[in-house]
């Protein structure tokens, strides 16, 4: 159901004016070139190097997000949605999988699919005071009831072991999709690779029913962002 704070005009499911659409598509196109950017840049990067990566003027940049502090915060809400839509999709998917036809399990999957469709790497925040805002607080508990349903569905499959969390799923995401200064494909390749290795060690786990221990929490993950 379309979030009723989303005005009726701008729902994916409805068309848009000519000058609305052409907004969304530089927004869109802004957002994944920062992504990319301070991925590749850090932080110091500046608001040219994100316009001229999006081929766009650097003044439509800033029409939108007056500052880079901005542009960071939108940042951060775009990937944790994205992550949570996707989380939600798989989730969706596996519901009705069978477990002998599960696989690599769902959060096998998750993590696949983020790492080769992402428009960039979910950045690790940089810290900030203060409680999460709204949008972003949001997306945040959309990803966690997500990727909760992601686990639940590979512990009843035997291919997680006791103790793994939600915020394992994303510290995993980070150590596996670091930028790497090859091709996207063959840097893809890399990270399916090690993925691979690290879910056969999840199922091997599961399989001789070796703990994990406490790891981290959800709330220590999201901590993490406003120190």
Do not use: C
């Not at 379309?2 to 729902?11: L, N």
């Not at 766009?56 to 939108?64: A, D, E, F, K, P």
């Not at 810290?127 to 972003?136: I, M, Y």
């Amino acid at each position: 159901m379309p979030s009723p704070d989303v005005p009726a005009d701008e729902r994916a499911d409805r068309p848009l004016p000519g000058r609305k659409r052409e907004a969304r598509a530089n927004d869109t196109a802004v957002l994944a070139a920062a992504r990319e950017v301070f991925a590749a840049q850090g932080h110091g990067a500046s608001m040219a190097d994100v316009a001229r990566h999006a081929g766009v003027g650097v003044g439509s940049v800033y029409r939108r997000y007056p500052t880079k502090e901005a542009l960071v915060e939108a940042l951060r809400v775009h990937g944790v949605r994205e992550a949570a839509r996707l989380a939600a999709e798989v989730a969706d998917e596996f519901a009705a999988t069978a477990p002998e036809q599960a696989g690599d399990g769902a959060v096998g999957a998750f993590l696949a699919r983020q790492i080769t469709g992402a428009s960039g790497p979910i950045l690790r925040p940089t810290g900030a005071t203060g409680p999460l805002p709204k949008d972003l607080a949001a997306a945040t508990a959309e990803l966690h009831a997500g990727l909760g349903r992601l686990i639940a569905h590979d512990r009843a499959a035997g291919l997680l072991p006791e103790g793994f969390t939600t915020a394992d799923v994303m510290q995993l995401l980070l150590h596996l999709r670091p930028t790497l200064p090859f091709p996207r494909a063959e840097a893809d390749a890399l990270h399916l690779r090690y993925l691979r290795l690290v879910l056969a060690g999840l199922r091997a786990g599961a399989r001789d029913d070796v703990g994990l221990g406490d790891g981290p929490s959800w709330d220590e993950w999201v901590g993490a962002w406003h120190d």
